[in-house]
């Protein structure tokens, strides 16, 4: 099993719990430990917090180690206390892996034909997720099959399974084949080791070999799509498999602002949509409008490790600089590539500098902007937007823009391609028809349009044969095992058992098991409880459980403040899931969710029955849990949001 910090830590913190609940019950606690293999990477806790500078990649891991030290050294102790677990250290990348679980209902996709020239993987990608999510797929495999899989790197066909929880689905697989066994020995697999895959696989009927006859597989039910269909596009501005065109974005976008149940709960008149704020940047006259974008940023696992994407965005980023094109500076421009292998080829083939000269800094190599960790926005502009009350945007080339998550500033958020996210920075806004409006003025005043900087497929594609190496993937992943120095230099104790801080804020011991006997009590029953959220659909785990920022009117931060930390180090709630003090006070914390309790009203808010009392949702629960005949603090049954969850 694979993991990641931000989940991953709770569970840690929980197998800590029972080592003491062992101990404290005469057992040996030793004996608790996972059952399978698992790895945990650290790879959701660095923030953009500095960006645009060539040092921006130590400075933003030191950040994360000055703030995140408590849970670092709790990860590190793990990774020795217990058994069948490796740590993967922060600054290595990024990984998502499914796990082994029981067969449920399978759907076949069946892909054939090729993509346009010019069209990405992420276009693709986003088109899967719309159909998948129109076909309904929740709680089912989809099983990826046909001839167009030929035309498909590994990298592609990862950013579509990764994708999975957005389209609904347990997990989105692909079969192996001669692209699978090209990419295990492109990223270091011994010949050997890749024969013996092949073999095996042959031997049990379930290697896809394109040039046999092949029976058409049965499944419990059937989608198609013919690649050359795809067009460009992105998804948003608020659910990933919201799907625009962008020859139809200009138009979907004055239809979101339109909208009577639109951003802010009421439509905006056409004469206002077009609005421009100045206001003075640092000594330069800058402008917001609705659509703005505040935000650009290539991040996230799959997307920013498919060699054709980045290559792509350094290939646009090379052509608009060579142009004279330039991202305003009040844009916060990032590149958090999801491996070290990403930074090698850019460098090799002399892209990374041209994507740094418009701002796209490598700023670390973990989620950052895709899990909400995409820092504060200048000052300056924070407080244009919130003064003028603007809808800015955020671009990302991450897997999910659900309200709330991107930044508490940006309600509109687009997930893109690479190449078209270093494109919209450019623009500076969404609403623009990229095929009749130019992206800016370059040199000698020339109106630069899309296609004079979009690159074809087959520079692509050769760049990525030239210049990604197998070398470089083996010493990226030897790299990896020797950790580095700051986290070598964490110096933590090594018994069996932790030794908990009752005053740390990051990392505190769960009531959970205390009090254990050997003949629990079983469930109580539950007497006159009252609603306290009542929804509609699309309720996502960002609602429930998010993973960004702290806001510092919430009974979060509240509790934080009461321990002595600053606004300042709130971090993440995230960041913070190793206290359950914390994550119960965030549970359904989004500042955007809808309770219709509140009829309409936006926010982690709910109505006290008795009292009509409009309260924090936590602070409810705590009052309503008070009188219910049931076992137990109000903050254990609060939590059982939150346990649900996981």
Not at 329 to 350: F, M
Not at 379 to 408: C, K, M, W, Y
Not at 463 to 477: E, G, R, W
Not at 576 to 583: F, L, P, Q
Request: aromatic share 8%; glycine share 8%.
């Amino acid at each position: 099993d694979t993991s990641e910090d931000f989940t991953g830590v709770p569970v840690l913190v929980d197998l800590a719990s029972m080592r003491d609940a062992m101990s404290e019950l005469g057992g040996n606690p030793d004996k608790i430990n996972p059952m399978v293999p698992a790895d945990l990477v650290i790879d959701h806790s660095v923030t953009a917090n500095v960006v645009r500078s060539q040092n921006a990649i130590q400075a933003n891991m030191e950040l994360e180690f000055e703030r995140n030290k408590e849970r670092f050294a709790f990860l590190k102790w793990g990774s020795s206390a217990f058994h069948n677990m490796l740590i993967i250290p922060p600054g290595s990348g990024i990984v998502h892996q499914p796990m082994s679980m029981v067969l449920p209902g399978v759907v076949g996709f069946k892909l054939h034909g090729t993509l346009r020239d010019g069209v990405t993987a992420t276009d693709l990608v986003l088109t899967v997720t719309q159909m998948l999510r129109k076909h309904g797929v929740v709680g089912k495999f989809v099983e990826f099959y046909g001839r167009g899989m030929e035309e498909l790197a590994l990298a592609d066909r990862a950013t579509i399974a990764n994708m999975a929880p957005e389209y609904g689905a347990t997990v989105g697989f692909f079969p192996v084949d001669h692209i699978t066994l090209e990419y295990l020995k492109m990223t270091g697999r011994e010949d050997e080791t890749v024969s013996t895959i092949e073999a095996y696989l042959r031997a049990n009927k379930m290697f896809v070999d394109y040039n046999e006859p092949k029976i058409e597989p049965t499944y419990s039910s059937y989608i198609e799509l013919d690649l050359g269909d795809v067009e460009p596009c992105i998804s948003g501005p608020k659910r990933p498999h919201d799907r625009v065109t962008l020859k139809d974005m200009k138009a979907d976008w004055h239809a979101c602002l339109e909208n009577k149940i639109g951003f802010k709960g009421y439509g905006i008149p056409k004469d206002l949509q077009n609005r421009v704020v100045k206001f003075d940047f640092h000594g330069q006259t800058a402008e917001l409008k609705h659509g703005t974008v505040v935000i650009a940023a290539i991040t996230s696992c799959t997307n920013t490790s498919n060699p054709t994407v980045m290559i792509a965005s350094g290939l646009v980023a090379k052509k608009a600089y060579e142009l004279g094109l330039e991202v305003k500076p009040w844009i916060k421009t990032s590149l958090a590539p999801g491996s070290g292998v990403v930074t090698k080829y850019l460098l090799r083939s002399g892209l990374l500098k041209y994507l740094s000269d418009l701002g796209f800094n490598l700023v670390g190599y973990g989620c950052t902007t895709c899990i909400g960790n995409s820092g504060d926005l200048d000052q300056i502009v924070a407080d244009a937007i919130t003064e003028n009350d603007i809808i800015a945007a955020a671009v990302l080339s991450g897997n999910r823009n659900f309200e709330g998550r991107i930044h508490p500033l940006t309600q509109a958020n687009y997930l893109a391609s690479p190449p078209l996210v270093v494109v919209y920075a450019l623009a500076g806004t969404v609403d623009i028809n990229f095929e009749e409006e130019p992206i800016g003025t370059g040199k000698g005043n020339r109106p630069i349009f899309l296609r004079d900087i979009w690159p074809s497929s087959k520079k692509v594609s050769e760049i990525v044969h030239s210049n990604v190496l197998v070398d470089m993937f083996k010493s990226t992943y030897e790299a990896i095992t020797k950790g580095n120095p700051m986290w070598n230099q964490l110096v933590v104790p090594t018994a069996d058992v932790y030794s908990w801080d009752p005053n740390s804020t990051y990392i505190r011991e769960p009531p959970f098991f205390k009090g254990m006997s050997m003949d629990p009590p079983g469930p109580h029953s539950i007497k006159d409880a009252y609603c306290l959220l009542c929804f509609g659909d699309c309720v996502t785990t960002d609602h429930i459980s998010p993973a960004g920022s702290i806001h510092k009117d919430s009974p979060a931060a509240k509790y934080l403040v009461d321990h002595s930390v600053k606004p300042g180090d709130f971090n993440s709630y995230g960041s913070r899931r190793g206290n359950y003090e914390v994550m119960m006070r965030g549970t359904f914390g989004n500042i955007r969710i809808v309770n219709k309790l509140l009829d309409g009203e936006p926010g982690p808010k709910t109505i006290h029955v008795p009292t009509r009392e409009k309260l924090y949702v936590y602070d409810a629960a705590m009052v309503l849990n008070m009188g219910l005949e049931v076992r137990g603090t109000g903050m254990q049954n609060a939590l059982c949001c939150w346990e649900l969850r996981l």
